[in-house]
């Protein structure tokens, strides 16, 4: 399962993101995983959630974070979800080209049974139609 909550940058979309995993963790069976590009919320995060600085990594394009995320599942066979905070600020890309990153995030889902949550700075607008019913 992928789910995207989309937003102008300051519409509150990391508070429903971190609201979100406090779910997870009162819910999961598994590991939890939050991928952003700085250690910003280290502090918000109940200290069961694996924390990723993906900036670290240097991952510029769509084809590289679907890479990094593959190997992280192929690492973890317990991981149950993923947040994804702020796409773009991770990746130099914006919406051309999302709707086959998300395919590939499906692919991922569906193989190893993990729920896709990601934040992305954009108008719920913008978003391609094709995607458009991932947005919660």
Do not use: W
Request: charged residues 25%; hydrophobic residues 45%; contains cysteine.
């Amino acid at each position: 399962m992928v789910k995207l909550i989309v937003g102008k940058k300051g519409t509150g979309k990391t508070k429903i993101l971190l609201d979100t995993v406090d779910k997870a963790v009162a819910n999961a069976h598994g590991n939890i995983v939050f991928i952003g590009a700085n250690f910003d919320h280290l502090h918000n995060l109940n200290r069961e959630v694996r924390l990723i600085n993906a900036k670290e990594y240097g991952i510029l394009t769509y084809r590289e974070f679907i890479c990094f995320l593959k190997g992280a599942t192929s690492q973890n066979y317990d991981i149950t979800h993923i947040f994804v905070d702020g796409l773009f600020k991770i990746i130099d890309a914006k919406i051309d080209g999302i709707e086959e990153f998300i395919d590939g995030i499906k692919d991922i889902s569906a193989k190893s049974n993990i729920e896709f949550t990601l934040s992305l700075s954009a108008d719920a607008s913008e978003i391609p139609e094709g995607i458009k019913d991932l947005i919660v």
